[in-house]
């Protein structure tokens, strides 16, 4: 089945750029879903950063929108998120998810997330 | 932006016992394809969220048949008929129609007595 894998550098300083890569396993990045980034900083709750049709298509929130790049890679079958001019603030854990079909056809959003990466900004 | 508000924001339940969670929406949450994008997510500690339930009511695939979802419009509820010990964790609700932000509820933390 489906799986999804976060990686890139767990230590980013601030006023830099925070990038990572979603590997997508058992299944196509072509495929009819949407791939979205979702991030939890510590002890914290859930806040959804964007997400991305194979087409490059995408859609972001409107908090981070001004920082936030999310690329696809098809020939790597892989997504990727950039996020600018990081502050402590961005500290979380990143997670990559994707917005799946039911056998019944219905959409559900985040039915497969990755095992999350934690990034911390800091000098 | 639509706020999404959870009660309680911690629980403490009897193996056995039953279990509540209620979310509030800001606004309503009915497409006009008839459909409710109201969704509950299970982080069990350690672990990434899971999918538990899709459009208010349906169990995704996997899920014990003794949790449960309901509500319409902008209340919500999430019902766990008997708790068991694997059932711990924090439990969110999302919305997914107001669009392009999915918003989740601060989490619920569910655990044994």
């Known amino acids: 089945q489906v799986q999804l894998q976060e990686s890139g550098p767990g230590l980013v300083k601030p006023s830099g750029t925070l990038s990572l890569t979603c590997a997508v396993s058992?299944?196509?990045?072509?495929?009819?879903?949407?791939w979205s980034w979702i991030r939890q900083p510590p002890g914290k709750g859930l806040e959804w950063i964007g997400e991305?049709?194979?087409?490059?298509?995408?859609n972001y929130n409107p908090s981070l929108k001004s920082r936030v790049t999310i690329s696809v890679d098809k020939s790597k079958n892989q997504f990727s998120l950039k996020l600018s001019s990081v502050t402590a603030a961005d500290t979380a854990v990143y997670y990559c998810?994707?917005?799946?079909?039911?056998?019944?056809?219905?959409?559900?959003?985040?039915?497969?997330w990755g095992q999350g990466t934690m990034v911390t900004v800091s000098s | 932006d639509i706020v999404m508000t959870q009660t309680p924001l911690s629980l403490s339940v009897t193996p056995g016992q039953p279990a509540s969670i209620s979310c509030k929406s800001s606004?309503?949450?009915?497409?006009?394809?008839?459909?409710?994008?109201l969704y509950w997510y299970l982080q069990k500690p350690g672990q990434s969220p899971q999918l538990l339930i899709y459009?208010?009511?349906s169990r995704f695939s996997g899920v014990p048949d003794r949790f449960s979802g309901s509500g319409s419009g902008t209340d919500f509820t999430l019902k766990i008929s008997r708790v068991e010990a694997e059932d711990v964790g924090v439990y969110y609700c999302?919305?997914?129609?107001?669009?392009?932000?999915?918003?989740f509820g601060q989490g619920t933390k569910l655990e044994i007595k």
């Open positions: 058992g299944g196509s990045i072509s495929s009819s879903n949407w």
């Open positions: 999302m919305q997914g129609i107001h669009l392009p932000q999915y918003t």
């Open positions: 991305i049709y194979h087409s490059g298509s995408t």
């Open positions: 459009e208010v009511s």
């Open positions: 606004q309503s949450l009915l497409h006009s394809d008839g459909k409710t994008y």
């Open positions: 998810a994707r917005t799946g079909w039911t056998d019944g056809g219905n959409s559900v959003a985040f039915d497969i």
